[in-house]
T-cell receptor
């Protein structure tokens, strides 16, 4: 049981390049989300999805695109990378629960540097 | 406005001592949940403990307990009998409302260093 798998672990991009961060989960969780972690700021929500075909913006969506064609996969696309997108990116998933007690299960993160 | 505030950027604690990590939150929704995560230097996010707004008792999980003071809007994490492996960054997070399963709001974190 792999949980949440993110690839790649590390990536260096030049300004203006595009790339896709991959995220897959094998727990049949309905909910998936992307966060970025910057020093002193905790984790901030970029985009999230409540099921296949349904996505919505989080706190910091600009410059990022997502889609969710299957329950398992939730890729994050950077259309034109900027140095401000240098960060550690986490994908997470969770299941629905009656009282919201289901925790987020995180992938191991992708460290992205944009030069 | 910041919804989750962790006022202690860093702290040192001696092995076998207890440590309290502060977390205050801001919400007007009566239904919410509070989570604590641990992030060791290796970078993964590890779920520790959960407290729901309607829970009557403070949550406990092994050496972790949550001091939940609803009227003060605080949810402090207590780690008893600290171990060297507890050295990590700790994040408090909140989920507001029913149905916001995929969305947590995180505090800035507290770096804990456990010394022998």
């Amino acid at each position: 049981n792999a949980g949440v798998t993110q690839t790649p672990k590390f990536q260096v991009l030049k300004t203006g390049q595009s790339m896709t961060l991959q995220c897959a989960q094998d727990m049949n969780h309905e909910y998936m989300s992307w966060y970025r972690q910057d020093p002193g700021m905790g984790l901030r929500l970029i985009h999230y999805s409540v099921g296949a075909g349904i996505t919505d913006q989080g706190e910091v969506p600009n410059g990022y695109n997502v889609s969710r064609s299957t329950t398992e996969d939730f890729p994050l696309r950077l259309l034109s990378a900027a140095p401000s997108q240098t960060s550690v990116y986490f994908c997470a998933s969770s299941y629905s629960s009656a009282w919201g007690e289901s925790p987020l299960h995180f992938g191991n993160g992708t460290r992205l540097t944009v030069t | 406005a910041q919804k989750i505030t962790q006022t202690q950027p860093g702290m040192f604690v001696q092995e076998k001592e207890a440590v309290t990590l502060d977390c205050t939150y801001d919400t007007s929704d009566p239904s919410y949940g509070l989570f604590w995560y641990k992030q060791p230097s290796s970078g993964e996010m590890i779920f520790l403990i959960y407290q729901g707004s309607y829970d009557q008792q403070n949550a406990t999980e092994g050496r972790y307990s949550l001091n939940f003071q609803k009227a003060r809007k605080s949810a402090n994490l207590v780690i008893s009998a600290s171990q060297l492996g507890d050295s990590a960054m700790y994040f408090c997070a909140m989920r507001e409302g029913r149905g916001s399963w995929g969305k947590l709001q995180f505090g800035a974190g507290t770096q804990v260093v456990v010394t022998p």
